[in-house]
């Protein structure tokens, strides 16, 4: 079955930076686009990056362009959201996302809190 595991959040000041990490299992994950959504507390979930499945072409949420990337590397089949210059409004919990034959998967998420 389709499986997301995220890992690499946590507690990090402002200004710096955490790589996210999305392990997928149980689909051709080098066939599907990918995605990054967050849900801040008390907000309703946003997207904020997705990924061609070739990897060729991205596209960011306004707020966080120029600060996070995504990549991914088909050989692992691992889809990853750099996050530089953190600011705390990025604090949410985060989750990768894919659609396999018109299902959507979503991970369990991965907490990312900015803080001083």
């Known amino acids: 079955q389709v499986q997301l595991v995220e890992s690499g959040g946590g507690l990090v000041q402002p200004g710096g930076s955490l790589r996210l990490s999305c392990a997928a299992s149980?689909?051709?994950?080098?066939?599907?686009?990918m995605r990054w959504y967050r849900q801040a507390p008390g907000k309703e979930r946003e997207l904020v990056a997705h990924?061609?499945?070739?990897?060729?072409?991205?596209n960011y949420a306004e707020s966080v362009k120029g600060r996070f990337t995504i990549s991914r590397d088909n050989a692992k089949n691992t889809v990853y959201l750099q996050m530089n210059s953190l600011k705390p409004e990025d604090t949410a919990v985060y989750y990768c996302?894919?659609?396999?034959?018109?299902?959507?998967?979503w991970g369990k998420g991965t907490l990312v809190t900015v803080s001083s």
């Open positions: 990924i061609t499945s070739d990897g060729r072409y991205t």
């Open positions: 996302k894919s659609r396999v034959i018109s299902v959507d998967y």
């Open positions: 149980g689909f051709t994950f080098s066939s599907y686009t």
